[in-house]
T-cell receptor, first 116, second 112 residues
């Protein structure tokens, strides 16, 4: 079935630095990628929707200049957390729309970001 | 917008049956999904309902009533490994890119 590879699985960075998270669709073309953030004991909150070759659509309250999303190819989308702060520490998950099935949403394995 | 409600926590006994409810309010309903998520892992797909009725898949069943804006996930013959969070998610036709909106999740604890 469809697979989305997400890296890194976990990362610890210093406050003020930037971190890049990658999501690759391995056996299908992901024209649309969703980026979610999940705080402990909470559900997935959509941050932005990215479409290949165009600018991402951000949800209300999500700073587009802080969370840079690039979807330059049909198999790769990246999320860069710029000038990270401790409050950005969270679990970030990507999800690609697999149009092969009505229920086809394939999730990456998630990235645990800790900003110290 | 969309409003999705599900209980925060539930506890059940190994071998028993548990029903996790989800109510939603949305326009342009276009499908309801249930996912299982273990701590620190990505969600895994359990079921999809777009028409009224019951969908059965092994120990898991999901029911949908579109007129009531209501769904439930039924887990039978509970096992310890079923301890996880269960997420209800709704898709609406107007959502750009067919995005899913998730409820807060229900943390299920299965006890011996």
């Amino acid at each position: 079935g469809a697979v989305v590879s997400q890296h890194p699985s976990w990362v610890i960075c210093k406050s003020g630095t930037s971190v890049k998270i990658e999501c690759r669709s391995l056996d299908f073309q992901a024209t649309t990628m969703f980026w979610y953030r999940q705080f402990p004991k909470q559900s997935l909150m959509l941050m932005a929707t990215s479409n290949e070759g165009s600018k991402a659509t951000y949800e209300q309250g999500v700073e587009k200049d802080k969370f840079l999303i690039n979807h330059a190819s049909l198999t790769l989308s990246t999320l860069t957390v710029t000038s990270a702060h401790p409050e950005d520490s969270s679990f970030y998950i990507c999800s690609a729309r697999d149009f092969g099935t009505a229920y086809g949403y394939t999730f990456g394995s998630g990235t645990r970001l800790t900003v110290v | 917008g969309q409003n999705i409600d599900q209980p925060t926590e539930m506890t059940a006994t190994e071998g028993a049956i548990v029903q996790i409810n989800c109510t939603y309010q949305t326009s342009g309903f276009n499908g309801l999904f249930w996912y299982q998520q273990h701590a620190g892992e990505a969600p895994t797909f359990l079921s999809y309902n777009v028409l009224d009725g019951l969908e059965e898949k092994g120990r898991f069943s999901s029911f949908l009533s579109r007129s009531k804006g209501y769904s439930y996930l039924l887990l039978k013959e509970l096992q310890m490994k079923d301890s996880a969070s269960y997420l209800c998610a709704v898709r609406a036709k107007h959502n750009a890119g067919n995005m899913l909106t998730f409820g807060g999740g229900t943390r299920l604890m299965v006890k011996p």
